[in-house]
Every structure is written in structure tokens, then in C-alpha cells.
């Protein structure tokens, strides 16, 4: 399973975007994966964002976000997205999309198997 992660930039406090994640790879179009985004702040480890599952009818977020980002995906894409509004500075961080091969809803963080490379994700106040 290959992630592609993109769509961070520079943003000002309050703002809004929207990040992707392309999943591909023969695996992944054979079973079901659960998918999600992590961030990882300078100095600080990696944390849990959002996860949701194969079929998009579930979903589970960090308190941090929740109320703000919103994860969403479209199967016949491949892709993975995370619409994040009133961005804040704290939200500051490389952002990393994750998959894990599971057929179940999310109820907590998920335990990725796979990783994306980052994107920068900067917000200035």
C-alpha cells in the first residue's frame, strides 16, 4: 500500500484547507482499509488526528479537532481527505495520512500499518 499526501501550505488563524491523501497499490484494491491523518508538531510526537472506515460510515477524532476538521473519503478515488476550518496555530505541524486492512467502524484511535510521507501544514497568527 503506497500514501500520497498532499495539499499543506501557509494559512492564517481562522482559515481553512483541505488535505488528500492517494492510497494505491494492488493490496489496497483487494481489501478493506480503515484511513486516517496524524500530525507530528516540532518537538513534539506524533499524535492521532482523525480516523475513518473502509466504507466512510464512520469516523473518529481527536478532541483537538473535533468540531473543526472533518475526514471524509471517496472510494472510487482512492482518496482520503481532511477539510480542516479555523485552523489555529497549534494546528501547526507535518500532517501524515495512515491505513490500516480492516473491515470494522472506528471507535478510537486507529493503529496504522502504513504511513504517507508528510505534509507541511503551517498556520500563522
Known amino acids: 500500500v503506497q500514501l500520497q499526501a498532499f495539499g499543506g501550505g501557509l494559512v492564517q488563524a481562522g482559515g481553512s484547507l483541505r488535505l488528500s491523501c492517494a492510497a494505491s497499490g494492488r493490496t489496497f484494491s483487494n481489501f478493506l482499509y480503515a484511513m486516517g491523518w496524524f500530525r507530528q508538531a516540532p518537538g513534539k510526537e506524533r499524535e492521532f488526528v482523525t480516523a475513518?472506515?473502509?466504507?466512510?460510515?464512520?469516523?473518529y477524532y481527536a478532541d483537538s479537532v473535533k468540531g473543526r476538521f472533518t475526514v471524509s473519503r471517496d472510494n472510487a478515488k482512492n482518496t482520503v481527505y481532511l477539510q480542516m476550518n479555523n485552523l489555529k496555530p497549534e494546528d501547526t505541524a507535518v500532517y501524515y495520512c495512515a491505513a490500516r486492512r480492516s473491515g470494522a467502524a472506528v471507535s478510537g484511535p486507529l493503529m496504522a500499518e502504513f504511513w504517507g510521507q508528510g505534509t507541511q501544514v503551517t498556520v500563522s497568527s
Open positions: 475513518i472506515n473502509w466504507s466512510g460510515g464512520s469516523t
